[in-house]
């Protein structure tokens, strides 16, 4: 089936590993163009080393935590493919931590990170992109069910449902399409990290975190990076023309809330 995305102009953020390297593998499958990004310029050549087997991808470096290099990367990325169809921003995560112990540095970090860079992306992508843009936002099931001890996500990630919903409104007139995907518990390093630091605290094995965290997953495992990735490349696609302002959830159905 033709996806509609063959040639099309990508950029995805974060993507020298995990969600955001399957995402950028899946668009290069289909023919897309793609530029990737990350702040350590040895993981991203090796992203680069390994994605371009599968086909035009280029590389930037940026670094999400500065809204200067978020500017740069769009404005980049749009002069090396002569222009930009889609973006899908992925960024990387905040230490994980609770009220009582996050320092106000902590928190001003996790904003730059996890929203200005994020409204800066999508402000620089809406001003480029012509009728039939998408624009899609890798936030996390927190939006919708806080973890314990992942404040800084479960707080400042909130802001990017109205940032979701207030670009999609704005950018409609434009033809601009603009959605957000909340992974679940996602099998990448950052999971890793979590059980890990879980481990410790409660004084289990890594085994028996993990099995604490599928328990509670319907589905009864952990998901793969491609599994989120199908759905970016199904929101960028030509079968999702009428789909803007939402929040799909992929999380094997671990969100008790109806709506």
Known sequence: MDLGIKEKK???????????????????????IVVISSHDEKNLQKAYEKLKEYGNVKKEIADLSNPNSV????????????????LVY????????????????????AFNLLLMSAVVAVREAGNVMGRGGRIILSTSMTLRQPIDNLDLSNVVRLSLAGLVK?????????????????????????????????????????????????????????????ELANVVLFLASSLSTYITGSLIPVDGGVIKAIF
């Open 10 to 32: 990508v950029v995805v953020t974060a993507s020298s590993k995990g969600i955001g390297f399957a995402i950028a593998k899946r668009f290069l499958e289909e023919g897309s």
């Open 71 to 86: 500017k740069n990367l769009i404005r980049k990325s749009v002069d090396i493919m002569g222009g930009l169809d889609v």
């Open 90 to 109: 992925v960024t990387g995560s905040p230490k994980p931590g609770d009220l009582l112990s996050l320092k106000d540095e902590d928190w001003s970090y």
């Open 166 to 226: 207030s670009a999609s409104r704005e950018f409609a007139s434009k033809g601009i399409l603009v959605n957000g995907v909340m992974p679940g518990w996602i099998f990448t390093d950052r999971v890793k990290q979590l059980v890990k630091d879980r481990s410790l605290r409660e004084n289990k094995s890594e085994e028996e975190v993990l099995q604490d965290i599928t328990k509670d997953i319907p589905l009864g495992r952990i998901g793969q990076p491609e």
